[in-house]
Each structure stands twice: as C-alpha cells, then as structure tokens.
C-alpha cells in the first residue's frame, strides 16, 4: 500500500510540473510598452491592442506614456528596466533622444522593438516595426496628383506642404514618398508649393500657423489653395481650423491614421482622405515579435528600413513593414468592415 501510495504521489508531483510548464510558458515574460503621447488616438488603440494580446497569450507587461516628454519616457523606461522586462516595444518620442533608452536596455540584455517611429543614432535596434511609411506617403501624393487632374483636366495647382515633427524618423519618409508623386509637376512648374513648413510635436496648432501664413501669401498673390499636404490627421485638423469648413471643402487635404474624427471630416466633405493601416494588427505583430526574440533570440524577416548608428552613418535594420491603403467618402466602409471603428461611432 505504501508503494502504491508513493507512486501515486510522484505520478501527482510530475503531472503538476509538467502542468505547470505548459500552464505558464509565458508567464514569467514580461513586456515592456512605451508610448510618446496619448494626444492623438491611435497610440491608445495601439496600446489597447497590445495589452490584449498579451493577455490572450499570458503575457505580463507594464505600461507607459511619455505624454510628448522624452525625458519623461528614458526615465518610465528605466523603471521598466527595474521592474525585470525582458523585452520593450517603443514608440519613441524623438527617435535620436531615445538612443540612450535603447543603450540602456541593451546593457541590461533586454531585447528593444521600436515601433511605428525608428530610434535613430544606435545600432543596436533588434526590430523596427512599422507601415511602409513611403508608401503611406506615395498614396497622399498621388491623391493630390489624381486629384488636382480631375479638377483642371491636367495636373497644375498651389499647394501647402506640412511636414510631421523632425525629431520623428518617419516624417522625412512620409514627405519623399508624397514629394516623389508631386516633384515633377513641381519642377516643370505645373505646381506651385506656397509654403513649405515642420510641425513641431505634430502640433495642430502649427498646421493652423503655417496654412493661415500661407493663405496671407495666396491672398497677396491673387491665387487660390487647391490643396494641402497633411501628413497625418492631427495636422490635417489643423489645417482645416486654418481654412474655416467652406474653404476646406474646395481643397484637398491629405491625413492619415483613420481617427473618427478624421472620418467624420471627410464625410462631411473637409477633409479629402486618410490613410489606413490597422494598427491594433501592427501591435498584435509588435508583440509576437518580442516574445519570439526573448524565446529564440531572433526573428526572422527579410526586410530593412534606413537607420542612422551613433556616428550617423546610414545602416539596415531588421524591420518588418504592415500594408496600409487610403480611405476616401468614397470607401470609408472598409474602416468599418476591419472593425477598427464601428460605423455608430462615425455616424453617432
């Protein structure tokens, strides 16, 4: 009877370690998630979509945002670091500034994904996660091109160049796809760029400077502002606080990110287009990805985007780069058919 006793309890005691281990293969992984802003409501969807993830898969993580502070977010990160990541998902503030978070990670062996904006200056970036940001730009150039030879039966106009913030990695790559489409038309003369300007945090108030600015010198010109190339939504509301609604509705405005507000603005006919990319997909992919590397190590991709390293020479990181495509009144349904917002909360 005790041999059979003392069999039962090591059958029980290899059962409930072996349980245990299938139970918990990623319980003890936690993730680090780091934010620039919550201004703007895609990085909250971005953030939403991650934290679900890693509950589907019991992972644990800890959450931060920087508020637009990069200071703020070394020192979120570093208390991160103290509380046993294995890994962070970074969003970076101003991507040169974030080189030190990622030296400081790398010192600690923790693996570093930056997301959706590249840290620049190091080269030590395991993964960069992000949409094809040139081609999110091509599609708002081409837009403007398409649209400017709709309107004139050839492709001429004034136009408003934005720019996103310079400390953001994706800004220059967002302009040279859209300046790609527009360059030639410009070069010939067919287009005339007014103004040309940064936005400084991706301020919309700074959008509203510059497009005021500019229609003070359309004004004094005697022409009129057919389009303005938005890089991102924020600064396309911006824009469009600049232009007043009936001004809005005669000129064409780039954006992107699919906000709700967006959507309800090209709706009502003030702004042209977004551009699209599901982001909760991006974060779902951003956190397969760091679980693979502190796993295995490495992830397989035979991708690359443009980086700078500390002496800013141009290198190849890793990257893996997730579709996107541009929303017009046209097929603003295929946001609703993702999921990503519900038609109620376009229409109310």
């Given amino acids: 009877m005790k041999k059979f006793l003392a069999s039962l309890m090591l059958i029980a005691m290899i059962a409930a370690m072996f349980c245990g281990c299938v139970a918990s293969a990623d319980d003890t992984i936690t993730i680090g998630i780091s934010m620039p802003t919550f201004a703007e409501e895609r990085w909250t969807m971005d953030q939403d979509a991650m934290t679900a993830h890693c509950d589907e898969l019991g992972v644990k993580y800890v959450t931060a945002c920087a508020e637009g502070d990069s ?3 070394k020192d979120q ?3 991160m670091i103290m509380q046993g990541i294995d890994a962070l998902i970074i969003a970076p503030n101003d991507g040169n500034a974030a080189a030190a978070i990622v030296e400081e990670c790398k010192a600690e062996g923790i693996y570093v ?3 959706d904006r590249m840290v620049t200056g190091t080269s030590d970036l395991d993964m960069y996660i ?3 940001s040139w081609y999110q730009g091509q599609l708002q150039g081409k837009y403007i091109v ?3 030879q709709a309107k004139y039966g050839e492709v001429k106009g004034n136009i408003v160049i934005l720019h996103g913030d310079p400390g953001d990695s994706c800004a220059p790559l967002y302009y040279g796809g859209a300046y790609e489409q527009i360059q030639p038309y410009v070069e010939s003369g067919a287009i005339n760029v007014i103004s040309d300007n940064d936005c400084i945090g991706w301020d919309p108030s700074q959008a509203t400077k510059h497009v005021e600015n500019a229609m003070s010198i359309a ?3 005697g022409i009129v502002i057919d389009a303005v190339l938005s890089p991102n939504d924020g600064l396309a509301s911006g824009a469009i606080a600049a232009l007043g609604d009936d001004l809005a509705k005669e000129t064409f405005i780039t954006g992107m990110d699919a906000e709700v507000a967006a959507l309800q603005r090209i709706l009502a006919g ?8 599901d982001s909760r997909e991006m974060g779902k992919v951003a956190v397969d990805v760091a679980l693979e590397f502190v796993k295995n190590g490495s992830y397989a991709t035979d991708k690359t985007a443009e980086g700078t390293d500390a002496d800013g020479n141009v290198i190849d990181v890793p990257a893996v780069l997730v579709e996107c495509e541009y929303v017009d009144k046209d097929n603003v349904n295929i946001v609703y058919e993702s999921g990503y917002h519900t038609e109620e909360e376009v229409l109310g």
């Avoid at 003030?270 to 990319?277: A, C, E, I, L």
């Fill in 130 to 132: 992000t949409f094809d």
């Fill in 71 to 73: 200071n703020k977010q």
């Fill in 270 to 277: 003030t702004q042209s287009m977004t551009v699209f990319g």
């Fill in 113 to 115: 994904i930056s997301y």
């Fill in 77 to 79: 990160v570093s208390t």
């Fill in 146 to 148: 398409d649209n400017l």
């Fill in 219 to 221: 004004d004094a010109q």
